[in-house]
């Protein structure tokens, strides 16, 4: 089996979630009043707001929308990181299970090599990312500003699990507030990083 | 006295000194605040409380207003506490067109948990203490708050043109 060459795919997603932003921040701005003194164009304003907002759940204009489109946006931010912290994840360990062939390749005899590196590849699944952190950063990660990447990945796990757990408002992590461009600033760096080393 | 209620008590008297540093900076970003505005705002300020990683204590919220027109709230300044990623306090700009964050980052680094000592910024440009916006360009820059991109984050988050 050949394996796919890996890319870095975090910045579609960001880009993705950029225009999730946009796209809210239009809506909040459609479902305002239109205002015009006069009361022809009053009217056209309507129907085009009319226009714009049919057949969707924004029309008619519910009394709570702008609550609902910032509820709509906090769950949308919160589930980037989720989805950025999983995507990440998977990077990580496919980057790792692509590393270890080398075992299939080299280890003698090949009939050892081959059952040692199926083992390993199906291990590295069931990796803590923590430990997977700590042995980057023993390795790949040694310069002091390479090493700080790996903390702030560590507190955005912490965050990502608090999220993941409900939000428990008596367990909270050191962090719960964080800007999805800055979970994405930090994981991005950490894959280019990883990616300098590869294949 | 028990190893566990002296523990408490500290942990305690830990957590209100840092809800005092926390609200002082936000006292300061207020008054800055004021003076930047008062020709052209008016405001009005609201006690809330919040919960964070320190407790439950009481914020004041400053509302920015227009001068004498019907509907006044422009924005409004939401204290959210220390627990900020990269930072050190938080302070959340609102407007009907959405939500800013003001972080209060130090210019030796950043405090984790998991870390020993203060991690480096992974953003350039933070020169000193204080109140920054993150601009999310293709490069985060770290800008720190003056009278102008205040009056700039207004116009971001509500229908007043700057």
């Known amino acids: 089996m050949i394996p796919s060459v890996l890319s870095n795919p975090l910045p ?34 309507f129907k085009y707001q009319r226009r714009l907002l049919n057949k969707t759940t924004l029309f008619p204009i519910p009394a ?22 999983a995507t990440s994840e998977r990077f990580i360990r496919k980057y790792l299970q692509q590393k270890s062939i080398v075992i299939q390749q080299y280890v003698q005899p090949p009939t050892l090599g081959n059952s040692f590196y199926q083992y390993l590849y199906k291990e590295i699944e069931y990796w803590k990312p923590t430990d997977i952190l700590d042995f980057l950063k023993e390795s790949l990660f040694t310069t002091q500003n390479d090493k700080n990447l790996i903390g702030l990945a560590k507190q955005i ?8 757990h409900g939000k428990n408002p008596h367990k909270l992590p050191s962090a719960t507030h964080l800007k999805p461009k800055q979970a994405y600033d930090t994981l991005n760096k950490i894959i280019n990083i990883l990616l300098q080393h590869y294949p | 006295m028990g190893y566990l209620k002296v523990n408490n008590m500290a942990t305690q008297i830990n957590n209100e000194a840092k809800q005092r540093g926390y609200l002082e900076k936000v006292g300061q970003f ?9 020709n052209d705002f008016d405001f009005v300020m609201e006690n809330s409380s ?6 439950t204590y009481q914020v004041e919220v400053l509302s920015i207003c227009r001068k004498k027109t019907p509907d006044p709230t422009l924005a409004d300044l939401f204290p959210q506490g220390i627990a900020v990623f990269m930072g050190e306090g938080l302070i959340e700009m609102k407007g009907i067109f959405g939500t800013e964050w003001i972080i209060y980052m130090l210019k030796d680094g950043i ?5 020993h000592d203060k991690v480096m910024h992974i953003y350039k440009g933070i020169e000193k203490d204080g109140w920054y ?13 003056n009278k102008a991109l205040f009056f700039n984050l207004l116009s971001l988050v509500s229908d007043y043109d700057s």
């Open chain 1, 12 to 45: 579609a997603m960001w880009e993705a979630f950029e225009t999730s932003e946009s796209a809210l921040k239009v809506a909040r701005k459609t479902i305002r009043q239109p205002q015009s003194q006069k009361a022809d164009c009053q009217d056209e304003l």
């Open chain 1, 64 to 85: 709570n929308a702008e609550f609902l489109i910032t509820d709509c946006q906090t769950e949308s931010q919160d589930l980037f990181i989720l989805g950025l912290w």
């Open chain 1, 157 to 164: 796990l912490v965050y990502r699990d608090w999220v993941a």
């Open chain 2, 30 to 38: 207020y008054r800055q605040v004021q003076d930047w505005i008062q």
């Open chain 2, 50 to 55: 919040i919960l964070d990683t320190i407790g």
């Open chain 2, 111 to 115: 405090i984790i948990d998991n870390e």
């Open chain 2, 133 to 145: 916006w993150l601009e999310e360009s293709e490069e985060t820059k770290p800008l720190m708050m």
